[in-house]
């Protein structure tokens, strides 16, 4: 992936200790334009780069299993 792309997110991959099945945890950006807090909680709207790289992270979980 290009590094210029629209990607406000962070990925992070770790193994379960326990079952030892891979997670995927998604941090991000609060000071990105598709990111809101408020009053009622969080809204996230991914961007249509983010959805590519959400996919292809789970992707490869999954071709791990």
Known sequence: MDKNENIHIKLEISRDPMTGHLNLMTRFDSSAP??????????????????????????MILKKR
């Open 34 to 59: 598709n990111f809101i807090k408020d009053e009622n909680g969080f809204t996230w709207s991914p961007t249509r780069e983010e959805r590519a790289f959400l996919n292809e992270a789970f992707d």
